[in-house]
């Protein structure tokens, strides 16, 4: 998995800087650094549905996963296939930003910002994200050989790559449900895929400036954003 150093978005984003075109850098790098987020949220609206029904929209975790993957991509947004790949976390977003969230969003919210606690923790431990990157490296071909949608097989591994590079950080992201479904190995094999969903995201919007403090200096225009986003 790419981190702070050697993600192609990183070196494309600081491409950006000349002095003429600043104005336009800092229009792209809010757009990039709210498609992240809502990569971010959308993760971590997946893990609540899973843990709390039991299933969750196919579509939008297939496209969270296959970000895992998208190591060379041309824009934020083709990390994801597209805005599309996106939609769910930009309406959860846009949910948040307007007054309108109830507490499933704000659950989702705090997945979220501890999915970007744990990010942080690897991006300073320079070994342990070589070793992540290596190993969904190897996941990569199983990934792209699958026939199925969500294959069991390719959660499993990233599962046991979120337990093994993850799980061990000081900081443990605590994930609430119904026990019928947190017991379940397959279930929480899903979880697991998808919470290392929701860290590619946040490695991300770390690289585009993606703070806490942030989002609420910046939730006017980062909703702004995103209602443009879903419109397009």
Known sequence: MPGRRSDPLLRRTQARSP???QTRSKQLTMKEATIAFAGMLQASELVRQLASSGTCSQTAARASLASIFAMTPESTEDVFGGLGGVRMGLRVMVEL????????NLQSLNYALGIAKLAGQVERDGKRQAELGREIS???SAWKDSE??????????????????ISTLDFRLSISG???????PEKVAFIRALLLAGI????LWRQMGGRQ???VFQRRKMLSQAQ???SA
């Open 200 to 203: 590619r995201s946040a490695f």
């Open 138 to 140: 190897l996941i990569e």
């Open 97 to 104: 930003f307007s007054a309108r969230s109830g507490q499933e």
């Open 148 to 165: 199925e949608a969500l294959d069991e097989s390719v959660l499993s591994q990233l599962a046991d790559a979120y337990q093994r590079h």
């Open 178 to 184: 119904k026990p019928e479904y947190l017991k379940q």
């Open 228 to 230: 443009a986003l879903l």
């Open 213 to 215: 403090w942030r989002l």
């Open 19 to 21: 002095a003429s075109l």
